[in-house]
């Protein structure tokens, strides 16, 4: 830690009192998005994520037998999302894409029988009382599952 002195510290006039919309604010340009946008996952945004702009495709991005999307590394998800490489944003979505690897990898029975009966697919997570600070960001989960999976928060205290 250099105190302040840093390369990027230099550029930060400390006497300026700035706030989260004015330059802390991160965007949803499609130039230079550093977030996802709040919505589900299309399949025009997957064939965007598969072809690049000479229309080959370069990317393969396929399903499971559930109809879950397969993502194989951050790279393909910021694709997918239209996310800057420079975007900071998985910092904060660690956790919720954790959970969603482990529906992908291990849920074919919860998500058949929710398809099946219909109602809610439940996921029962332990110890994550800092996490649900950013309960929000769990909303990442439902915008990756197909639109007939229903996700809904709950919190029991």
Not at 72 to 86: A, F, N, T
Not at 132 to 142: A, I, T
Request: proline share 3%.
């Amino acid at each position: 830690w250099s105190g302040g002195l840093g390369g990027s510290a230099r550029h930060v006039d400390a006497s300026v009192r700035r706030n989260y919309e004015h330059g802390f604010g991160l965007c949803h340009d499609s130039d230079n998005g550093m977030i996802p946008l709040e919505r589900k996952v299309t399949e025009e945004d997957i064939s965007q994520c598969c072809h690049g702009k000479d229309g080959k495709e370069n990317t393969v991005l396929k399903r499971d037998e559930c109809g879950l999307l397969n993502l194989e590394s951050w790279e393909i998800y910021y694709k997918l999302r239209g996310i800057s490489l420079k975007s900071p944003v998985a910092l904060l979505l660690s956790y919720p894409l954790t959970v969603y690897y482990a529906i992908q990898k291990y849920g074919a029975v919860p998500v058949t029988v929710s398809r099946m009966l219909r109602r809610h697919m439940r996921v029962h997570v332990v110890g994550v009382e800092k996490e649900m600070n950013f309960l929000d960001l769990f909303k990442e989960v439902g915008y990756l599952l197909p639109e007939d999976l229903n996700v809904s928060e709950k919190v029991k205290q």
